[in-house]
């Protein structure tokens, strides 16, 4: 399997150059595909790290006269900020699905350490791939819209990537992955 994907990513960075705004800057990219939920690290046109990665659920929560969609954006995004040691900031729809109450913002029942994992790449729009508290989840549609990995790829992403890396988010059998979403959603 790795050898088909090391002659599809060429075709795949390629093409996913010409639809971005800007080409790749740098020799190392992070591509997730949301249709078999897998990321890798892709560094020349080579695959050198890949892992099972959980992506958005697709699932609506309406409350009142807000509503929010759990879909990771496809596309193009670099990676604007590197975190060492995010700390969650949960927010409204999280207290909402949890049935809680929603507190200040200011509050700091707001704020959960260790939920995220060691590291945290941000690419924007309240995106992020990190690890998580929830092993179970990767490899699954079942997140509010980041991209979660397990921690030895994490660790990876972190010590191969900085501020500008390259990162793709795409499909690679369309239409595929939100049929897949709704016959194995999760929470």
Same mark, same amino acid.
């Given at each position: 399997?790795?050898?088909? #994907?090391? +002659?599809? =990513?060429?075709?795949?960075? $390629?093409?996913?150059? #010409?639809?971005?705004?800007?080409?790749?800057?740098?020799?190392?990219?992070?591509?997730?595909?949301?249709?078999?939920? @897998?990321?890798? $690290?892709? *560094?020349? %046109?080579?695959?050198?790290?890949?892992?099972?990665?959980? @992506? %958005?659920?697709?699932?609506? +929560?309406?409350?009142?006269?807000?509503?929010?969609?759990?879909?990771?954006?496809?596309?193009? !995004?670099?990676?604007? *900020?590197?975190? &060492?040691?995010?700390?969650? *900031?949960?927010? /409204?729809?999280?207290?909402?699905?949890?049935?809680?109450?929603?507190?200040?913002?200011?509050?700091?029942?707001?704020?959960?350490?260790?939920? +995220?994992?060691?590291?945290? #790449?941000? #690419?924007?729009?309240?995106?992020?791939?990190?690890?998580? /508290? /929830?092993?179970?989840?990767?490899?699954?549609?079942?997140?509010?819209?980041?991209?979660?990995?397990?921690?030895? !790829? &994490?660790?990876?992403?972190?010590?191969?990537?900085? =501020?500008? @890396? /390259?990162?793709?988010?795409?499909?690679?059998?369309?239409?595929?992955?939100?049929?897949?979403?709704?016959?194995?959603?999760?929470?």
């Amino acid at each position: 399997m790795k050898s088909i #994907l090391n +002659l599809l =990513v060429p075709a795949i960075l $390629l093409a996913a150059a #010409l639809n971005a705004q800007n080409a790749p800057q740098a020799s190392v990219a992070i591509m997730i595909d949301v249709s078999t939920n @897998t990321a890798y $690290l892709v *560094r020349d %046109g080579v695959v050198e790290a890949q892992s099972p990665a959980a @992506t %958005g659920s697709e699932k609506v +929560l309406i409350h009142g006269d807000d509503e929010w969609l759990f879909h990771t954006p496809l596309g193009h !995004m670099t990676v604007q *900020r590197r975190i &060492l040691d995010p700390v969650w *900031r949960k927010p /409204d729809w999280a207290f909402i699905e949890a049935g809680e109450p929603v507190p200040p913002p200011d509050s700091p029942k707001r704020y959960v350490k260790n939920h +995220l994992g060691k590291y945290a #790449l941000y #690419l924007g729009d309240g995106i992020m791939i990190h690890g998580t /508290d /929830d092993a179970d989840s990767i490899g699954r549609y079942v997140s509010h819209g980041c991209v979660r990995v397990p921690n030895d !790829m &994490l660790e990876r992403l972190w010590q191969e990537t900085k =501020v500008g @890396t /390259d990162v793709y988010i795409y499909e690679s059998q369309p239409g595929s992955s939100s049929q897949m979403r709704g016959s194995r959603g999760g929470g």
